[in-house]
């Protein structure tokens, strides 16, 4: 069954240094997501990704976020200087359509900023 | 008022019980509605999604959305200890910005 995998699982990083969290979606979708969830809370919208370029970020997708599709299978989500408060799981998910109905979530990446 | 509420449980049932999950929600403008089921330590999993209001069903899990109310449900039917799970509601008005409810963590005991 296809899926979405992302690495790595745990990333420990120190406050102020970048971070680049990778994520390969399923092979024929065309829409791509990233979200997170900080420890106890809900799971928050980030940023969706189509035809090469954002299609939609939230208020939490500031400056110091950004993605990119290197080629034609990885995603990435680079925190420039991470905080304290970046630490969180971070979700890949990838869909076929893109009312995101149908989205497929990667088994996360945890990150501490310590 | 939250834009979307959901109880957090914990819920616990005996194998076999019929499960009620719910979610309210304020925004009028949303029109997508899913489930998800998040195991420990893993990614959301996709149960069911519904457009508008009605019902949906799925084997065991039919989900229910009454948009006049900004009430959904998810019921699970002859519920299974390997259904314990968190689950989590989440609506769109269509766009990408995906809102989720905190999720109920379920335990279904043999």
């Known amino acids: 069954e296809p899926e979405v995998t992302q690495t790595p699982s745990h990333q420990v990083t120190q406050m102020g240094q970048e971070v680049i969290l990778r994520c390969v979606p399923i092979?024929?979708?065309?829409?791509f997501y990233w979200y997170r969830q900080i420890l106890g809370q809900k799971v928050e919208f980030l940023v969706s990704?189509?035809?090469?370029?954002?299609?939609?970020k939230s208020e939490i997708f500031d400056d110091q976020f950004s993605v990119e599709r290197p080629d034609g299978s990885n995603f990435t989500l680079k925190i420039r200087s991470t905080k304290l408060e970046d630490s969180a799981m971070y979700f890949c998910?990838?869909?076929?359509?893109?009312?995101?109905?149908?989205?497929?979530f990667g088994q996360g990446t945890r990150l501490t900023v310590v | 008022q939250k834009e979307v509420e959901q109880d957090p449980g914990p819920l616990s049932v005996p194998e076999g019980a019929i499960v009620s999950l719910n979610c309210t929600y304020s925004?009028?403008?949303?029109?997508?509605f899913m489930w998800y089921r998040q195991y420990s330590r893993k990614g959301p999993e996709l149960l069911m999604y519904?457009?508008?209001?009605g019902n949906k069903e799925d084997g065991r899990f039919t989900a229910q959305v009454d948009k006049s109310s900004k009430y959904i449900s998810l019921f699970i039917r002859d519920s299974q200890p390997s259904d314990s799970a968190t689950y989590l509601c989440?609506?769109?008005?269509?766009?990408?910005?995906?809102?989720f409810g905190a999720g109920t963590r379920l335990t279904v005991k043999p």
């Open positions: 092979s024929n979708h065309l829409y």
């Open positions: 998910a990838s869909s076929w359509t893109g009312t995101n109905t149908e989205a497929f």
């Open positions: 990704f189509y035809n090469n370029e954002i299609s939609e």
């Open positions: 989440a609506m769109s008005a269509g766009n990408n910005d995906m809102r």
């Open positions: 519904t457009y508008s209001s």
């Open positions: 925004n009028s403008a949303f029109q997508y």
